[in-house]
């Protein structure tokens, strides 16, 4: 049925697979007695130290919270052609390469694929078993044979279960799938990582219903043109959410990126429009170059493009520099990019992309000119600069790579200081 009888919605109607003998409740319990459980104090569960699972990835690690916890489920959603597949091939490989019993099952691929994959990744990727399968019924069936200690497969929405008829990634099969590889899983402790497609709209395609019954949800994410991508934890029972891991797709494989600030402050260009977010990706410290154009249009509206951070928020920006600042744009188009195709999703970038924006507009270099201006800082609707997380680590950070004084609610309480201190030359009033 398209339409539901009941409430009249259009495709809201979701297939179900029939409780395993016969129908649930009254009629089959009847006879067998059920028996209430006895209720035990937390203190006395028994609770052995099980030791995680390092899959030698130290940026996956440190997202999962210190490594894979076994019998976990962890769902890795991504756009296609993020590197999904090459981050979880190099885990199982690193895992193998310590002796770790592992099992690769893609529906997405066949061994062949899966394999020139693998030789261009470093360590015993080689090593790991395959199983190209889509049948849920043959995967169950597998993993209870082999009993790998991690498992990862790719893709949740590739497997069948044959009970539905409905067609795989369909929600009711993609519930169905999770729901039985999660049992399974616990049942034998098994850490399985499930990979799972990103929408166009960003959402983890299937039912969110699938966030609620993993254990953690990792979003790898950034522009497949671009170098850098960021795993990021949206929800982990075994660790911090503020984790974030910088990678960079290369030859060999995705590299871990340690050293990002160095090289994204290293390639900041100095030139008109252009300041240094001293951001925060979890508990770490990152900076990161953010650029900004406003050029004459033709378009009514202008358009305000924005990468890398809200657009909300850019709007918003905009408003209180043209109010409370004297820095209107006006009718012009304004663009504003994180470089590197980072993501910043804080209140804290406010102040730099005020600052770009200004710098741009007025067409003079921020700072002397010999170094990146730095900045934080969270703007309010009357133009004043209000203090974020972590200001310390945010000026170490900065300090670290030569980088100082730091434009932050803590030196500049409005943002008309914050653009004095940042723009000192004010350009010729242009003639009218
Ligand atoms: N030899 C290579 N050198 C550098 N990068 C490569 C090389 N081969 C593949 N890549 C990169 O790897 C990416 C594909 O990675 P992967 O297959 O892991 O993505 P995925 O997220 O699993 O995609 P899908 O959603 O299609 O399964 C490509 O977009 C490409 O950028
Ligand atoms: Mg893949």
Not at 5 to 10: A, I, K, M, Q, V
Not at 95 to 100: E, Q, S, W
Request: proline share 6%; aromatic share 2%.
């Amino acid at each position: 049925m398209g339409q539901c009888p009941g409430c009249g919605e259009w495709n809201t109607l979701v297939e179900e697979a029939p409780p395993p003998g016969g129908s649930r409740g009254s009629a089959g319990r009847a006879g067998s007695a059920v028996r209430a459980v006895t209720p035990v104090a937390l203190a006395e569960v028994q609770a052995p130290r099980i030791p995680r699972l390092k899959t030698g990835i130290g940026e996956l690690d440190r997202v999962l919270g210190g490594g894979l916890v076994p019998g976990s489920l962890v769902l890795l959603g991504g756009s296609p052609g993020i590197g999904k597949s090459t981050l979880t091939s190099m885990a199982l490989g690193n895992l193998a390469g310590a002796g770790r019993r592992t099992l690769y099952v893609s529906g997405e691929e066949s061994a062949a694929q899966i394999k020139l994959r693998a030789e261009r990744l470093p360590g015993a990727a080689l090593q790991v078993p395959v199983v190209a399968e889509t049948d849920l019924d043959t995967v169950l069936a597998t993993l209870e044979a082999e009993r790998p200690e991690v498992c990862v497969i790719d893709s949740v929405q590739t497997l069948h279960a044959a009970e539905l008829s409905g067609a795989a990634g369909s929600v009711g099969q993609v519930r169905e799938v999770a729901d039985r590889i999660t049992r399974l899983a616990k049942a034998r402790g098994i850490a399985v990582l499930l990979v799972g497609h990103v929408t166009k709209e960003g959402a983890l395609a299937g039912p969110r219903v699938l966030e609620h019954l993993v254990d953690c949800v990792l979003q790898f994410e950034g522009e497949r043109e671009r170098t850098y991508r960021t795993l990021r934890a949206l929800k982990n029972r075994f660790g911090s959410t503020n984790e974030a891991g910088v990678f960079e797709m290369a030859g060999g494989g995705l590299v871990e990126v340690a050293d990002a600030s160095a090289r994204f402050v290293g390639e900041a260009t100095r030139a008109p429009g252009s300041v240094v977010l001293a951001a925060m990706e979890g508990s770490r410290p990152l900076l990161v170059e953010v650029q900004a154009l406003v050029s004459p249009s033709e378009l009514v509206p202008p358009r305000r493009i924005a990468n890398g951070i809200d657009r909300n928020r850019l709007a918003l920006v905009l408003a209180v520099l043209g109010r409370h600042a004297g820095v209107g744009v006006g009718s012009a188009d304004v663009f504003v990019n994180v470089a590197g195709g980072v993501r910043v999703d804080e209140p804290g970038a406010d102040l730099a992309v005020a600052l770009a924006v200004a710098s741009a507009q007025r067409g003079v270099v921020a700072g002397d000119g010999a170094r990146p201006v730095a900045c934080f800082g969270e703007l309010g609707l009357s133009g004043e600069l209000r203090s974020v997380a972590h200001p310390d680590r945010r000026q170490a950070e900065a300090r670290k790579f030569g980088l100082g004084p730091v434009i932050c609610p803590d030196a500049a309480p409005t943002l008309r200081a914050a653009l004095s201190a940042a723009l000192p030359a004010r350009p010729r009033a242009r003639a009218a």
